[in-house]
């Protein structure tokens, strides 16, 4: 299974709405920016999102998108699902033999699994443990 960028962009335009999340709107101006994206490709992202009800556009000058659900209410696979469709690893397993068959639903349910479990409100705090200090060293 290969995450394309829709889906990559994707988790960056949410996870940057989940880490503003009760501060009012983001634009996407602001996150292309931030993330040295194309700001016409996230555009082109944020609709399925609105669509799917996993984000809300405010209007206006200080305009710009939040979060429909709080960032623990969102999961990966939610977005994944939306941008990239199923989660499968292999197209056609049914043809596969039956030993080949059940390894590519282990891969899936596993990779299912992950992305199931995973929340907006995980990621975004991803890295602000602080018991992940960097290493001294002394000369």
Request: glycine share 8%; proline share 4%.
């Amino acid at each position: 299974m290969k995450i394309s960028t829709k889906g990559r962009y994707g988790l960056t335009i949410m996870i940057e709405l989940a880490k503003n999340f009760g501060n009012g709107p983001v634009s996407l101006k602001t996150i292309a920016k931030e993330n040295e994206l194309s700001e016409h490709y996230l555009e082109q992202l944020a609709a399925p999102l609105r669509n799917a009800c996993l984000v809300k556009s405010v209007r206006g000058a200080y305009g710009g998108y939040i979060l429909a659900k709080q960032p623990n209410e969102i999961t990966a696979g939610d977005i994944i699902r939306v941008l990239e469709g199923p989660i499968t690893p292999v197209e056609g397993i049914e043809d596969e033999e039956p030993a080949k068959q059940a390894l590519w639903l282990r891969v899936r349910d596993a990779v299912k699994n992950v992305l199931d479990t995973t929340t907006l409100d995980d990621l975004r705090k991803h890295g602000d443990d602080d018991s992940q200090e960097a290493y001294m060293f002394y000369i």
